[in-house]
C-alpha cells in the first residue's frame, strides 16, 4: 500500500488530535450499534498514542476487547476524486464506521489499510467517524495468543510475546483525496552499473490511459524520464544509497491526471560466501532490536521520540537496528531511508513458540502447531501479512533483510511444514532481497530444522544470562562451540547476532560484577563482541534492547525489560559508553 503523499492531485489532513473515547466494557457495543450514534458519555483519548497508559484507571489498563474512539471531520470539496481514510496501525483489530455505516474491517496491529468514503460523505459537510478497536489475540493472529478466563471469571488475556500487549490507534490517520483513475502501487528496484544506476519501475494505475516517469535528483531536478507503466530508465553518474548516506531520488508518477511521487534510493544488496555484500561492499550491522515504546504514548507513534532515538544511535555509533518485533510506522522507514541507517524488517510473527520457557513469554503447556494452536489458517494469515509488509516496505533502500518471524519454533518436522511455504511467499513478493528469521537458543546449528530455507543466519543468543547465568568463561565456551557449527553447517551464510545481552538495573553497581548490574553488562556483551571479532562470518551485532521497554508482569520482570542499552526514559546505561567506543572505532575504520 501506498504511503499517503500531497501532489498536486492528491492533498491530505491529518486527523490526530484529542478524539471521544469509551471503554466497551461488554464487549457488545458492535451489536448494540454504538456507532449509529455519538457516544454516550465519553472520555478524552490522544491519537495517535496507546490507550493503556493515558489515564490510571487500572481496569482500563487492563481491559480485554473492544474500545471505540469517535471524531468528526469535514469532508472537503472533492469534486470527481475519490475520499479515502487512511490508518497507520490500529492494533490489533479496527472496525470502521462513516456516520455509522462500517466502511472497513481490518485485523492486524501494525500495519496500515485503508477505506474508500466517498460515497458515506457529503462533500463539504462534517461527519462522524467511529473506530472499534479491539486489543485480543488468537490463535489465528499474528501474532497468536489466546483469551481465557482467570478464576475471578475475568477474561485474561495471554500472548507469547515478551513485550506489553499495547493497542489503541498508534498511528496517524489521514483523510486525503485522490483522482478515480490513480496509481495504486510502484515496486521499483535498482542497480549499478559502474558510476550510473538502473532503476527499474513497475506501475499499477488501473484504467489509466497513459503513465509517464520522470526520476528527480534531491534537488528536484529531473535526472530520467520514461513512458509506459513498466520500464527501465538510467540515472547517470549517480549517487548511491549507501549505509551513513541517505541519497534519495524521487520517482515522479503521473498516470492521466493524478501524480505520485516514490522516493527511492539506488543500491544493491547481496549475500556471497558468508558476507553481506551493499553496493557490492561487506557490510557490518552495528545496532540493536528496538520497540515501539515509550512510558505515557506506548506504541504511538511521536515524530519527536523518533528523532531523539536516531539521535541517540547516532551518538553511539550504531548504523542498523532491526523493527523487533513488528513492522514500525511508515515515519520510521522514510526517516531510516534518509539517515542512511540499515534496516532488518520483521513480521509481527513474534511467539510461534510453545517451548520458551515459562517466565520469559508466560503460560505454557500448548504444541506450537496443531489443528487446535498455529494451524493452517494462521499460516494464511502469516502469508498475508509477509505479502501486506513488503508491499508497504520494498521500495525502502534502507530495508536489506525480511524477517519473517522472531524466534518461532524450529526444531520440529512440523516446524519446516510451516515455513517452507511462507519462505516461497516471502521470495515471491520480493526477489531481490535476503530473507530469514531470528532463530531461538533451543533452536542450534545441530536442532533447527529450517535455516537453509533462507539466507542469512540470525541468532538470538543469551549466554550468560539464560544459560550460564553469571559465568562468562563457560558462557562464551558455549558461544564458540555453537558458532562453529553453525559455520560448519552453513559456511556461505553470514550470521548476524539479533539478540544478545543481560537484563541490566539501571543504577545497580556492583563489585562482583554480578548478573543485574551495569557492571555485568559490560562484561557480558563485552565477551560477545570479543567473539564475533574471532568468526569472518559473524557480519553483524544488534544487542538487545535499544532501551528498557515495558513487558508483561513476571517474576523475571523489573517494571519491563531491563536489558536496554539505555533506560526506557534514554539515558545512558555506563554499558552505552564502552560500546559506543568500539562502535565510533568500527566507523572509523570502515567509514560508515
Ligand atoms: C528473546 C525475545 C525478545 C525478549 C528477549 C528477552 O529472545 O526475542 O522478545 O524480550 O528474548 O529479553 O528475554
Redesign the pocket.
Known sequence: MLRVRDSISRHSTVLDGVWNFKVDWDNNGLENNWAAAPLVDPITMPVPASYNDITVDTKIHDHVGYVFYERTAFAPLYGDDRLILHFGSVTHEGVVFVNGTEVARHTGGYLPFEADITDYVNPGEEFRLTVAVDNRLSWQTIPPGLVTKDDSGNDKQIYW???YNYAGIHRSVTLYTRPAVHVSDVTITTGIDGADGTVTYDVVAEGAASVKVRVLDASGQEVAAAEGAHGEVRVENADFWAPGHGAMYGLEITADGDVYVQPFGIRTVEVSKGQFLINGKPFYFRGYGRHEDNNTVGKGHSDALMIHDYEIMKWQGANSFRT??YPYAEEEMDYADEQGFVVIDETPA?GINMGIGGG?AGAQGYTTFSPDTVNDATREVHAQVIRDLIARDKNHPSVVIWSIA??PESDTDASYDYFKPLAAVAREADPTRPISY?N?MMAPADKDKIAELFDVVML?R?FGWYLDTGNLQDAEKHLREELDKWVKRLPDHPIIFT?YGP?TMEGNSDFFRRPWSEEFQIDNIGMFHRVFDDYANVVGEQM??FADFQTTPGIMRVGG?K?GMFTRDRKPKPNAYVVRDRWLAMKEKLGF
Open positions: 510475546h515478551d513485550f523487533s518485533h513474534v520469559i522472531n524466534e531470528t531461538v538470538n543469551y539478540e537484563d538487545w534492547n525489560n536489558k
